[in-house]
């Protein structure tokens, strides 16, 4: 029997993608609890023998068909979320990735309702959890002392 996600005996690990497309970054609207209907990044939970690159590109592909290049880990996120009665009710820790998209039109599957390109300088346009936003801003960093 699989492990309960929704108030779950154990932190599940879950891998999220900063994917950059030129000056945009790719944005997906979350189909399930957690963040169900917030704009988020791609990603899901790691699978037993999965490295956190492999589980990065197949959750982007699962949730938009698209191919990504994995540059790299940016961040450890702990996302705990806890009911009215202060039980934890989802608990993740998530490893962010930066990513660069290689190939694919994009289109939304799996777990997410929608997906967008969002120009970086319009970021600020897009309602979303402020850990997303601090991750997307240490990518562009990052990208940055990169180039």
Same mark, same amino acid.
């Given at each position: 029997?699989?492990?309960?996600?929704?108030?779950?005996?154990?932190?599940?690990?879950?891998? &999220?993608?900063?994917?950059?497309?030129?000056?945009?970054? =790719?944005?997906?609207?979350?189909?399930?609890?957690?963040?169900?209907?917030?704009?988020?990044?791609?990603?899901?939970?790691?699978?037993? &023998?999965?490295?956190?690159?492999?589980?990065? +590109? +197949?959750?982007?592909?699962?949730?938009? &068909?698209?191919?990504?290049?994995? =540059?790299?880990?940016?961040? @450890?996120?702990?996302?705990?979320?806890?009911?009215?009665?202060? +039980?934890?009710?989802?608990?993740?820790?998530?490893?962010?990735?930066?990513?660069?998209?290689?190939?694919?039109? &994009?289109?939304?599957?799996?777990?997410?309702?929608?997906?967008?390109? @969002?120009?970086?300088?319009?970021?600020?346009?897009?309602?979303?959890?402020?850990?997303?936003?601090?991750?997307?801003?240490?990518?562009?960093?990052?990208?940055?002392?990169?180039?």
């Amino acid at each position: 029997m699989a492990a309960a996600r929704e108030y779950p005996t154990r932190p599940w690990v879950g891998v &999220g993608v900063v994917v950059w497309r030129d000056d945009r970054v =790719l944005m997906v609207k979350r189909g399930k609890p957690p963040r169900k209907g917030e704009w988020s990044l791609p990603g899901g939970a790691q699978h037993l &023998g999965e490295t956190v690159a492999d589980a990065a +590109r +197949r959750e982007v592909w699962e949730e938009t &068909g698209m191919d990504i290049r994995v =540059l790299g880990i940016l961040d @450890v996120v702990d996302a705990i979320d806890r009911d009215t009665d202060g +039980r934890v009710s989802f608990h993740f820790t998530l490893v962010d990735v930066l990513g660069e998209w290689q190939s694919g039109d &994009g289109r939304a599957g799996d777990d997410v309702t929608a997906l967008r390109w @969002v120009p970086y300088r319009d970021l600020d346009r897009v309602e979303m959890w402020l850990e997303t936003r601090r991750v997307i801003e240490k990518a562009a960093r990052q990208r940055q002392d990169g180039d």
